[in-house]
């Protein structure tokens, strides 16, 4: 049996400290990355079954064509871009902010099938293992 | 005096406390424009089915649930959301009309629209005679 570990990647700005884990526990999840002086990362949770690993994304408010989803190495990466204009200022250049997200994979993936769905502003990614890592049965007879 | 919980019979114990889901304050912003107040909430994970949005007296309030439930097969590996629902709650005043307000989700930001009260708009009176 191959054990697999998962390495996620903390956020990358700073919000290592317990109090600040604490504080998150109270408020919701979403750091707003274009309405204050935070800026960055997204929650991520992680699953993972007999076939696959899943990765569910909280990002309201995206258009599919601004997510990007990308896996190179072992490590999956989720890219958002939003482009805001001002509301009161219709000349104003709009402001383009991007956040970014790198997860630590375990290794034996099908890179092939990954598949990604947007729906409620969860971005759910489904990567399935290879079929040699899942987990087999294998009847033994007894003589 | 106050009667030993212990030796108090289980008629006159008072009910448990009804079960409640944890609710967490979404993030949301405030803008305003010429006509009307504008409030985006981030709400993912709730659907239009599981969201309402009531205005009751002076308060607005914004009820979204969270019903997505992982599949039993998966196990959690790793979690950073909130198993919470939303709960919004804000007070409107008489700058606000409150019988036009309008609420769209899109993609897990609900967007709520107060029109401006019309008798806050400038109008011109006009002299009788």
Known sequence: ?143 | MTQDPTTTPLAEKPAAAPQTRFTVTPRYRVEENADAYVITADVPGAAATDVETIVDGEKLVVNARRNWIAPEAWTLVHRETARADYRLVLELDRRVNRDAIKAQLTQGVLTLTLPKAGELKPRKIEIAG
């Open chain 1, 1 to 143: 049996m191959k054990l697999i570990r998962f390495r996620p990647t903390t956020p990358t700005f700073n919000q290592g400290t317990l109090l600040a884990e604490l504080d998150r526990l109270f408020d919701a999840g979403f750091p707003a990355f274009n309405r204050g002086p935070t800026f960055g990362a997204f929650p991520v949770d992680i699953y993972q079954d007999g076939d696959a690993v899943n990765v569910c994304a909280e990002l309201p408010g995206f258009r599919k064509e601004d997510l990007h989803v990308k896996v190179a190495d072992d490590i999956l990466t989720i890219t958002g871009h939003l482009t805001t204009a001002d509301a009161k200022d219709k000349d104003a250049p709009k402001t383009e902010t991007t956040i970014e997200r790198a997860i630590a994979l375990p290794e034996n993936l099908n890179y092939d099938k990954v598949a990604a769905a947007y729906e409620n502003g969860v971005l759910t990614v489904t990567l399935p293992k290879r079929d040699e890592v899942k987990p087999k049965t294998v009847a033994i007879e007894v003589k």
